[in-house]
């Protein structure tokens, strides 16, 4: 039972264009979400994240968009760069436990 | 350290045998991570520690998988007569507090021939 969906396996997009990296989720108790990116032979960093009492959340060129009716989130990159070609997961987590639940990953490449 | 370390980087074993991996996370750090990554699939939840309280092991796969933690320190994930489906990426993270931001560390690779 997969509680956290990224249903696009791979994204390529052009230098400087908008990348849009999409999340769903079927655990209505889930309440905060994050975004981490993840080099080959490396572990996962930290990118952002939000919580349900919000719908978005900005740090630089990355925002986080959370729409809890549709339980949809989704993580715009913006200039895309070469150096974020990586591997993007979403992660979430419900109130009553610690536990984070990653999605399957999306390979963004970023060409020139 | 500054980070989350895990030790081996690499470990190949032979089908059957038991292995260890190492985490030591990073200082001061209350909650510690277990997860594994097979190839092409995502981050498997395996079990979490929080302090002194009992760990919530909800996602090991089977009775062979265990894992302790001595104190708010190093953790050991043991897997008992290993089987070639174990075969994937170990990854421990640690975090300053519940529901904080995870570092991870650079991940264990098993291969179990």
């Known amino acids: 039972d997969q509680q956290v969906k990224q249903n696009s396996p791979s994204l390529s997009v052009q230098e400087g264009r908008i990348s849009i990296l999409n999340c769903d989720y079927t655990?209505?108790?889930?309440?905060?979400f994050l975004w981490y990116k993840k080099y080959p032979a490396e572990g996962p960093t930290f990118l952002i994240s939000i919580s349900s009492i919000k719908d978005k959340n900005e740090d630089g060129r990355f925002t986080v968009f959370l729409n809890k009716s549709a339980k949809h989130l989704s993580l715009h990159i913006v200039p895309s760069q070469p150096g974020d070609s990586a591997v993007y997961f979403c992660?979430?987590?419900?109130?009553?436990?610690?536990?984070?639940?990653f999605g399957t990953g999306t390979r963004l490449q970023v060409f020139p | 350290g500054a980070g989350v370390s895990q030790s081996p980087s690499n470990k190949v074993t032979e089908k059957g045998k038991d292995v260890e991996l190492r985490c030591d996370p990073i200082?001061?750090?209350?909650?510690l991570y277990w997860y594994r990554q097979r190839l092409g699939q995502g981050l498997e939840f395996l079990i979490y520690f929080q302090g002194n309280s009992a760990p919530d092991k909800s996602g090991l796969p089977s009775d062979r998988f265990s894992a302790e933690r001595t104190g708010e320190s190093v953790s050991t994930l043991t897997i008992q007569r290993t089987q070639q489906e174990d075969s994937a990426v170990y990854l421990c993270?640690?975090?300053?507090?519940?529901?904080?931001?995870?570092?991870f560390g650079s991940g264990t690779q098993l291969s179990v021939l």
């Open positions: 993270a640690s975090s300053q507090m519940a529901r904080g931001r995870l570092f």
């Open positions: 655990n209505s108790m889930f309440d905060y």
């Open positions: 200082s001061g750090h209350t909650a």
């Open positions: 992660a979430a987590s419900a109130g009553n436990t610690d536990k984070l639940i």
